[in-house]
């Protein structure tokens, strides 16, 4: 596959991508801007043992059966099972993605789902990304309202970036688009701050490594470097494909 007809967009706090190019046939579609505003907040809630199992199915049971899993409700992402292994399971949503540019009109998309798995050093510094926007959200702010606290956020109180920082996104169960491919692909997220690609060998022909690009919706000073997993976290083959 080549890479120039693939882009991938980091949403927010890096847990979530939608695809575009070949893989993601309803570009027509998200032209017309189909998600304009933010829907009923039922719409994006969902029932609490679905939520919990969907969590969990970001990483291996191996990870997961022990980890923290949060859930969003009316008043934000609260604890639903308290683990053991300083890992943080949770389903995010479409507002941890850009504001502005591409990926942009889907921000109030009431159907995405992105289970992950944070490790520890991505809890203590890329997971309150994900609670600071899930608050400004559930409080009616407009999009642009959020964008002013998200670079607020960062200039005063988001945490700093630590070493090692990464998460799981392999679930089977993921709706990352409303494209033909809703759950992409099976993979790690490694976090950094914003470097040059080449360090890591990114986006080269057959490199596993994909860099997404940067945005200026995107207020965050992070980079995320994505690496295929080859099979889902039940063990299912997910055939990395060929660029």
């Known amino acids: 596959m080549n890479r120039k007809t693939v882009k991938v967009i980091a949403l927010g706090a890096f847990a979530v991508v939608i695809v575009l190019g070949e893989w993601r046939p309803g570009q027509a579609q998200d032209r017309k801007a189909p998600y304009p505003s933010m829907a009923p907040i039922d719409q994006y809630l969902m029932d609490r043992n679905s939520e919990i199992a969907m969590a969990r199915s970001a990483a291996p049971e191996a990870i997961s059966r022990d980890a923290d899993v949060l859930v969003l409700g009316r008043q934000g992402y609260e604890t639903a099972v308290k683990g053991k292994n300083g890992f943080v399971c949770a389903v995010e949503r479409a507002w941890m993605g850009p504001f502005d540019g591409e990926g942009a009109d889907?921000?109030?998309?009431?159907?995405?789902?992105?289970?992950?798995?944070?490790?520890?050093?991505?809890?203590?510094?890329?997971?309150?990304l994900t609670y600071k926007r899930t608050e400004m959200v559930l409080a009616g702010q407009s999009k642009a309202q959020i964008f002013e606290g998200m670079k607020a956020f960062v200039k005063q109180g988001m945490?700093?970036?630590?070493?090692?920082?990464?998460?799981?996104?392999?679930?089977?169960?993921?709706?990352?688009?409303?494209?033909?491919?809703?759950?992409?692909?099976?993979?790690?997220?490694?976090?950094?701050?914003?470097?040059?690609?080449?360090?890591?060998?990114?986006?080269?022909?057959?490199?596993?490594?994909?860099?997404?690009?940067?945005?200026?919706?995107?207020?965050?000073?992070?980079?995320?470097?994505?690496?295929?997993?080859?099979?889902?976290?039940?063990?299912?083959a997910d055939p990395v494909r060929v660029r």
Request: glycine share 8%; with cysteine.
């Open 159 to 236: 945490p700093p970036l630590q070493p090692g920082a990464m998460s799981y996104m392999m679930s089977k169960e993921q709706h990352l688009n409303d494209g033909s491919h809703p759950n992409w692909m099976a993979h790690l997220m490694f976090y950094t701050p914003v470097m040059d690609g080449s360090v890591w060998g990114a986006d080269l022909p057959l490199s596993p490594v994909m860099l997404h690009p940067q945005f200026k919706g995107v207020p965050e000073p992070i980079d995320n470097f994505m690496v295929p997993a080859g099979w889902w976290s039940d063990g299912t």
């Open 106 to 128: 889907n921000f109030w998309n009431p159907k995405v789902r992105g289970p992950v798995c944070y490790n520890p050093p991505a809890v203590r510094s890329i997971l309150p």
